[in-house]
């Protein structure tokens, strides 16, 4: 069975510092992993994703992540936060072969200040 | 391409009342999904469609909801009767070939409240 674990509920930064929402896996499977955005009264919009090709990932935005198998990790950063990036983020998997759906993380709040 | 298209944004209705949510997958998406949000139980998967046909609504709360694919580029979500304990946000989703290392392309959603 698959799943994520998000070990922040919120992450607060100030605008101009580096982001980090963490996020571990588990999956039996060799995993496709993604990283969705939602702002406040809006739909989930895919940052980025990764299917087994290069293990640093960029996304929309200035976001990046990397896959580090040996940790089951599949963080997401960004050198520099922005006001417009506070959001709720959603890491999520899937076992990347086969039919199968989506399984979602919690998801954490980012809230950047001035 | 117009994106996932779900109507209406927004729905309020009185508790008992039939409510009838609509999607419209990006053309050549053969897999839908439907979703409910709230802030207790966050993101649920209600149900799924591969090619029309539902795959898995083991995510349906009770028999007062239902969900139909009729053709290739419309999909129903029904709640009879509706209760306050219905009020979310539901979302649809689509994607190519149901596989899921492609993700999901989500709707804006629909904000139901019951009263």
């Known amino acids: 069975a698959q799943s994520v674990t998000q070990l922040d509920s919120h992450v607060s930064v100030s605008e101009g510092t580096p982001v980090l929402l963490r996020c571990n896996y588990s999956?039996?499977?060799?995993?496709?992993l993604f990283w969705y955005v939602q702002h406040p009264n809006k739909g989930l919009q895919l940052l980025l994703k990764y299917t087994s090709a290069a293990t640093l990932v960029k996304g929309i935005n200035g976001f990046e992540a990397e896959f580090k198998k040996s940790e089951t990790s599949f963080h997401l950063t960004k050198p520099s936060a922005h006001m417009s990036d506070a959001a709720e983020y959603f890491c999520?998997?899937?076992?990347?072969?086969?039919?199968?759906?989506?399984?979602f993380g919690t998801g954490t709040r980012l809230l950047v200040s001035p | 391409d117009a994106g996932v298209i779900q109507s209406p944004r927004h729905e309020v209705t009185e508790m008992g009342q039939e409510v009838t949510l609509r999607c419209k997958p990006i053309s050549g998406h053969n897999s839908l999904f439907w979703y409910r949000q709230t802030m207790m139980r966050g993101l649920e998967l209600l149900i799924y469609f591969n090619n029309n046909v539902p795959i898995d609504d083991s995510g349906m709360p009770e028999d007062r909801f239902s969900a139909k694919m009729p053709n290739a580029s419309f999909s129903t979500l029904k709640i009879q009767p509706s209760e306050p304990r219905d009020s979310a946000v539901y979302f649809c989703?689509?994607?190519?070939?149901?596989?899921?290392?492609?993700?999901?392309?989500f709707g804006s959603g629909t904000r139901l409240t019951v009263v």
């Open positions: 999520v998997v899937s076992p990347g072969s086969g039919f199968q759906k989506l399984v």
């Open positions: 999956s039996s499977y060799s995993p496709s």
């Open positions: 989703a689509s994607s190519l070939s149901g596989q899921g290392n492609y993700g999901y392309t």
